[in-house]
């Protein structure tokens, strides 16, 4: 194992048992994420996309195979990995600051440093003024952005994103893809995000997994260099070699609408 290696995934299958019998949803996985790196994984609906990050997460172990965070095996989850979703999972109730403090509330490390930093975050990421806000008068984008900052709260050395900004609108998506590569760079967090928009995934990434169709395997595994003035993901979308990587991993996907 190489010192920087953050993630390792050493031939991980994993199959869900249910009344119907045995389904596999991901075999013979392997892969190793460096730290600081931005990993997207791309693959049709079903291949088991999100397993791989449950997997990461500790919330299920893999049927065979091994999970190394840092060298070591995943038992459970731990405040090594944070987890941010689709929905923003706020709760109406709590002003956003309550919001992003209760990450460190579920594991009891709230204390006066934990506290100044998560709103600091905020207050660094533009919510500063929300902070005693409810989450009912935010933005959708807001929202996803509080959710990050509760997520990081937590000081997790790995950022697992599933779809986190399928719910919202097109602009919306675009902006925020922009603000959330900016914070995960600047806080120099391990970041794997699973999408299924190819642009976003090649535009936000440094490599990009592409996955067959269920039981997911790694179909192959792309290297994006993008020529750029910044590394802001909507500007890198107007580089030249950024339709080429399209064009091959769209084949791959082999999308079709039947
Ligand atoms: P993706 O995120 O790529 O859409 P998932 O990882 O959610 O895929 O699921 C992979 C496959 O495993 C799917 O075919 C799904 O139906 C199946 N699956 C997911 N969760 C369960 C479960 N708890 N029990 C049985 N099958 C499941
Ligand atoms: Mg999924």
Redesign the pocket.
């Given at each position: 194992m190489n010192h920087q290696d953050i993630v390792t995934l050493d031939n991980v299958s994993l199959n869900?048992h249910?009344l119907e019998g045995e389904?596999p949803?991901?075999q013979n996985i392997s892969f190793t994420v460096s730290k600081g790196e931005f990993i997207g994984i791309v693959?049709?609906?079903?291949?088991?996309?999100?397993?791989?990050l449950?997997l990461i997460a500790g919330l299920m172990k893999p049927t065979s195979g091994r999970v190394l965070i840092e060298g070591k095996e995943v038992e459970g989850p731990s405040s090594k990995v944070g987890y941010m979703l689709q929905q923003d999972h706020l709760f109406e109730w709590r002003t956003i600051q309550q919001n992003v403090l209760l990450g460190l509330e579920i594991q009891g490390k709230i204390s006066k440093e934990s506290k100044q930093r998560a709103i600091e975050l905020l207050e660094t990421y533009g919510l500063g003024d929300f902070r005693n806000h409810y989450p009912q008068q935010l933005s959708g984008g807001m929202r996803q952005r509080v959710a990050l900052i509760r997520t990081l709260a937590i000081n997790p050395e790995v950022l697992l994103l599933?779809e986190p900004f399928s719910a919202l609108d097109y602009q919306t998506r675009l902006a925020l893809s922009d603000e959330v590569t900016n914070i995960i760079r600047k806080e120099k967090k391990t970041a794997l995000l699973?999408t299924h928009d190819i642009s976003e995934a090649i535009s936000m990434s440094d490599r990009l997994l592409v996955?067959s169709k269920?039981p997911?395997t790694i179909k192959s595994e792309y290297v994006i260099k993008l020529t750029g003035q910044n590394r802001s993901p909507v500007e890198l979308r107007k580089a030249p070699e950024f339709r080429e990587y399209f064009n091959k991993i769209w084949k791959e996907l082999d999308v079709h609408v039947s």
């Amino acid at each position: 194992m190489n010192h920087q290696d953050i993630v390792t995934l050493d031939n991980v299958s994993l199959n869900y048992h249910s009344l119907e019998g045995e389904t596999p949803a991901i075999q013979n996985i392997s892969f190793t994420v460096s730290k600081g790196e931005f990993i997207g994984i791309v693959g049709p609906s079903g291949c088991g996309k999100t397993t791989i990050l449950s997997l990461i997460a500790g919330l299920m172990k893999p049927t065979s195979g091994r999970v190394l965070i840092e060298g070591k095996e995943v038992e459970g989850p731990s405040s090594k990995v944070g987890y941010m979703l689709q929905q923003d999972h706020l709760f109406e109730w709590r002003t956003i600051q309550q919001n992003v403090l209760l990450g460190l509330e579920i594991q009891g490390k709230i204390s006066k440093e934990s506290k100044q930093r998560a709103i600091e975050l905020l207050e660094t990421y533009g919510l500063g003024d929300f902070r005693n806000h409810y989450p009912q008068q935010l933005s959708g984008g807001m929202r996803q952005r509080v959710a990050l900052i509760r997520t990081l709260a937590i000081n997790p050395e790995v950022l697992l994103l599933d779809e986190p900004f399928s719910a919202l609108d097109y602009q919306t998506r675009l902006a925020l893809s922009d603000e959330v590569t900016n914070i995960i760079r600047k806080e120099k967090k391990t970041a794997l995000l699973v999408t299924h928009d190819i642009s976003e995934a090649i535009s936000m990434s440094d490599r990009l997994l592409v996955l067959s169709k269920r039981p997911g395997t790694i179909k192959s595994e792309y290297v994006i260099k993008l020529t750029g003035q910044n590394r802001s993901p909507v500007e890198l979308r107007k580089a030249p070699e950024f339709r080429e990587y399209f064009n091959k991993i769209w084949k791959e996907l082999d999308v079709h609408v039947s």
